[in-house]
């Protein structure tokens, strides 16, 4: 990331503020303020407070790097959309929850929330490229 000027990174497909924020987390890694070679010693919230200092990245980039990155099982990106409308078609309710009550809710998968929300996208890409049909579930 470092090797390429803004231009060229978005000649290589990124938008500009994807490609600012890439080089921000590369510095911070040249840098040392966040070591991305032993963030496995970290505790999930310590790895997740870390990653969210670097200018750019926030929790849900953080969660979702720990989960697939890192393989951590125990980690559960609330804020995503996707998640909470999966969530909202598991408990068959009518309202999408917000991030606070799908953190709340996936608690009860905890040691496994990761692999819950694994789950939980791949039935959500299921019904939306329309390999699964959802019934009687409220619009």
Known sequence: MLAHD??????????????KYGREIALAQVEGRVDLDHMQTLSDEEAIAALTAIKG???????????FCEGRLNVFPGGDVALQEAMRWADRAELRPNEKQAYLRAEVWRPHRGVAAHLLWGW????????IVLEDLPA
């Open 57 to 67: 990245v926030g929790k849900w980039t953080a969660e979702t790097y720990l989960m």
């Open 6 to 19: 803004i231009d060229a990174l978005r000649a290589f497909g990124l938008s500009g503020q994807k490609a």
């Open 124 to 131: 959500y890409g299921g019904v939306r490229r329309g390999e």
